[in-house]
């Protein structure tokens, strides 16, 4: 199978778009109307999507959106209602889980306490009866790639978290899987800890070359590791793309939204202030504050208003300011010469907001999933999400 990759969307089109490292095209894995249903809760919504060969894909989305139940249908760990699962080219949808070409990195590592670091990492080796030589080797192979050189005999108690971490995706990378599922792997790090893990892991994932897929709900991981982003709602697919084309062309109002933070104008107020009721997205950081009485500049759109709320974060401020358009639109503006006190007392000022036409991004409204008789497409009742009375992870 050498189509490239795509999806259909939230409209029914279909999205597709080249990436210049994966060669070929190649498909890795491809799901066809694949459907899951747990008893009344439709958890996954007739999805297509392929992912390519050598790829960094993250399944993105909020807790019930479906994400994990597709990873887990991916890995065999759940069977699809209606559809099919293809693994290079090969359905696997009926398959066991040790039958398919594929391993699984999980949120809670997994590790074995009583075992050292190097036996942790063979034991998959050692159920396959791998030679004793060929572990060695393949042991070492992984230790050096997830830069863990001389922690052989080490127990995973006197490791870190983000060593724990790459004690569990190197033994899922000692058994060279074609494809590597990770199932909200960095969820467990503290902030600092995730984010160098973030970089960590793009990294191994570029020196190995095989196929990754990633759930999560965190977007500044999705952004940051991701050769494209798969954006799910409801148990459908809204948006497939690379992370720049997904921050700065959402297709619909659930991408721009969930996706860092968005201004949607339409109707009255986009009437007003573009002359067209549709429906279109602004991000908080293409907006420019300037003072009462400023005139936009050629190309450029003016709103007049007033700060309601003022939010210091420290590297920026964000300006809630009611428009008298009609609007409320949120201003992101980096703090090179204010500080909290002269931040805090900007409530209240009249204000000119001034953006660009061009980052008005035109959006489609995301039509509802379909319902029926005795049925709900509500996702968040899905018993695979995450669920804190049931003790299950997304």
Do not use: C
Not at 90 to 97: G, R, S
Not at 121 to 150: C, H, P, S, T, W
Not at 189 to 207: G, T
Not at 347 to 361: K, Q, T, Y
Request: charged content about 25%; cysteine-free; overall charge negative.
């Amino acid at each position: 199978m050498n189509a490239p990759a795509s999806t259909r969307d939230a409209t029914g089109t279909t999205a597709t778009d080249g990436i210049a490292t994966m060669p070929g095209g190649e498909v890795a894995v491809s799901l066809e109307r694949v459907t899951k249903r747990f008893g009344s809760v439709l958890a996954v919504d007739d999805v297509d999507l392929d992912v390519r060969e050598g790829e960094f894909l993250t399944m993105l989305g909020p807790s019930g959106s479906g994400k994990t139940t597709m990873l887990r249908m991916i890995a065999g760990f759940e069977l699809p209602t209606a559809g099919r699962i293809l693994l290079h080219g090969q359905n696997v949808t009926a398959w066991a889980p040790f039958d398919r070409d594929v391993n699984t990195v999980f949120q809670d590592y997994a590790l074995f306490p009583h075992m050292t670091v190097a036996k942790n990492i063979e034991y998959g080796l050692r159920v396959k009866k791998v030679g004793r030589a060929e572990r060695k080797q393949r042991v070492d192979e992984a230790l050096d790639v997830v830069r863990l050189g001389g922690f052989e005999e080490r127990k995973p108690s006197q490791l870190s978290g983000g060593q724990r971490q790459r004690v569990a995706l190197a033994r899922a990378l000692v058994n060279r899987p074609r494809v590597l599922l990770l199932d909200e792997p960095l969820a467990a790090l503290d902030r600092k800890l995730r984010e160098e893990m973030q970089v960590e892991l793009k990294h191994i994932q570029e020196r190995v070359g095989i196929t990754f897929v990633l759930v999560t709900h965190d977007q500044g991981e999705a952004l940051t590791m991701s050769d494209r982003i798969a954006v799910f709602s409801a148990g459908r697919v809204e948006q497939v793309a690379t992370p720049a084309e997904i921050y700065e062309n959402p297709a619909t109002p659930f991408v721009a939204d969930f996706v860092g933070t968005s201004n949607l104008i339409s109707g009255a107020p986009a009437t007003a202030l573009l002359g067209d009721p549709a429906p279109v997205t602004i991000r908080p950081e293409k907006i420019r504050l300037g003072d009462a009485g400023e005139t936009p500049g050629d190309g450029e759109i003016a709103a007049t208003g007033t700060i309601r709320d003022v939010l210091y974060l420290g590297s920026d401020t964000r300006y809630h300011v009611t428009v008298d358009a009609g609007a409320e639109l949120i201003v992101d503006r980096q703090n090179l010469t204010v500080t909290s006190s002269d931040a805090l007392t900007a409530r209240g000022r009249p204000v000119v907001l001034i953006f660009r036409r061009e980052h008005a991004r035109p959006v489609t409204m995301s039509a509802p999933p379909p319902s029926e008789p005795g049925t709900t497409s509500s996702a968040t009742t899905n018993p695979t999400e995450e669920d804190p009375d049931r003790g299950v992870t997304q």
